[in-house]
């Protein structure tokens, strides 16, 4: 008798495939910390580019970029995930990003103007804020 479910019937009742993925990242297009860590990604390379002949600050300029790139990509990679395990665990690590792009907007305050380096600290804090909450709200929920 032939089976009734192929693989990939199957693989959609387990919630993978593209519509589940899209979902996802529909909702991390939403997600307020996702939105915060995009601009500040913007203003840090428009920071960096200011920086540009400040020959002294290659490697800060490229680690920050690397830097703010990463809390997004972490997001990114979190949401492509399936359990809320691993999801959590990615948010963790852009938090951290965050953390480290924030201590490097403040050792930026040598070269940019303090105005911008306030604005920078904040928006990490915010995107930290975010990310702390949704962290324990998941981990209560894993409980």
């Known amino acids: 008798m032939p089976p009734t479910h192929t693989r990939q019937d199957r693989s959609r009742e387990r919630g993978a495939g593209n519509g589940a ?3 996802s990242m529909q909702k991390l297009q939403e997600f307020t910390a996702y ?4 601009d500040l990604f913007d203003l840090v390379v428009a920071d ?3 920086l540009h002949d400040v020959h002294d600050t290659m490697r800060l300029r490229s680690q920050q970029i690397a830097s703010a790139d990463s809390i997004c990509s972490n997001m990114e990679e979190g949401a492509g995930r ?6 959590t665990h990615y948010q963790v690590i852009a938090r951290g990003f965050a ?8 050792r930026m305050r040598h070269w ?3 105005d911008i380096v306030a604005g920078r600290v904040d928006r990490c804090d915010e995107i930290i804020a975010i990310l702390t909450a949704s962290i324990s709200k998941l981990k209560r929920r894993q409980r």
């Open 112 to 114: 940019l103007p303090a």
């Open 21 to 23: 993925s899209q979902m």
């Open 35 to 38: 939105q915060k860590a995009l």
């Open 48 to 50: 960096m580019q200011r």
């Open 82 to 87: 399936w359990s809320t395990t691993e999801y």
């Open 99 to 106: 953390a480290k792009t924030m201590g490097r907007c403040k």
